[in-house]
């Protein structure tokens, strides 16, 4: 079974800090993806990448950035945190190719005060 | 581009009712359609997928086919259990490209079952 994991279950920080979330998968799986989740909006995609060091930009990338420097990491980045972005957090893999099933980790519920 | 269309929640039900949760797309080319399912305090994970065209996706009871014509892979379930409240996420993605297997998703539909 694919295991994804992230850092956090549950962070709070504070306005003009700089956070970091981590997301590891045992799995060997090239893609990974990077979304918050908010009431009434869904799932959307921040950042993705499909392979080490590769990264795009997903529908919302304003005020994050990313870093996959080995296969089976893949770390989001919020440089100066606000209070918009208090959010569920949600890291996913997926094989290269077609599209394919996702696997996702358990979220990362973030507050910033 | 792609979106994904949800019916609107929250959806209430008494336990072994008949379940209906409509999504419709918009897609260019073949996607693949997905429904994921979300349990409290976890991720998401795949419920049923199909393909192509007329393909019915199932799993624990429930069932999705894919129509081409309408544009719909509406997720039913002939009775609900309590065990099935949840939220369900209606999901696409192309193959192929620079599609990365990008999934695009739906707006969620949270489902509340009664004993």
């Known amino acids: 079974d694919v295991k994804v994991t992230q850092s956090s279950r549950y962070l709070v920080k504070r306005t003009g800090e700089k956070v970091f979330l981590e997301c590891v998968q045992d799995?060997?799986?090239?893609?990974m993806f990077w979304y918050r989740q908010d009431p009434g909006l869904g799932l959307r995609l921040i950042y993705f990448s499909y392979d080490v060091k590769m990264k795009e930009k997903g529908d919302i990338p304003e005020g994050y950035s990313v870093s996959r420097e080995k296969k089976e990491r893949f770390s989001l980045i919020l440089e100066s945190a606000s209070t918009n972005q208090t959010s569920m957090y949600l890291c996913?893999?997926?094989?290269?190719?077609?599209?394919?099933?996702?696997?996702f980790g358990p979220g990362t519920r973030l507050t910033v005060l | 581009g792609n979106s994904v269309t949800q019916m609107e929640g929250p959806v209430t039900l008494s336990e072994e009712a008949f379940l209906t949760i409509n999504c419709t797309y918009t897609?260019?080319?073949?996607?693949?359609l997905f429904w994921y399912v979300q349990y409290p305090g976890e991720g998401l994970q795949l419920l049923l997928k199909a393909t192509k065209a007329d393909d019915k996706g199932s799993n624990k009871g429930f069932e999705a086919t894919y129509r081409k014509e309408t544009t719909s892979f509406h997720l039913e379930k002939g009775s609900v259990q309590v065990s099935d409240s949840a939220v369900y996420f209606c999901?696409?993605?192309?193959?192929?490209?620079?599609?990365?297997?990008?999934?695009?998703f739906g707006q969620g539909t949270i489902l509340t079952v009664h004993p």
């Open positions: 999901a696409l993605g192309n193959a192929g490209g620079t599609s990365y297997g990008k999934l695009t």
């Open positions: 897609a260019t080319g073949y996607p693949s």
């Open positions: 996913a893999t997926s094989r290269a190719g077609a599209a394919d099933t996702q696997y």
């Open positions: 799995m060997d799986h090239e893609n």
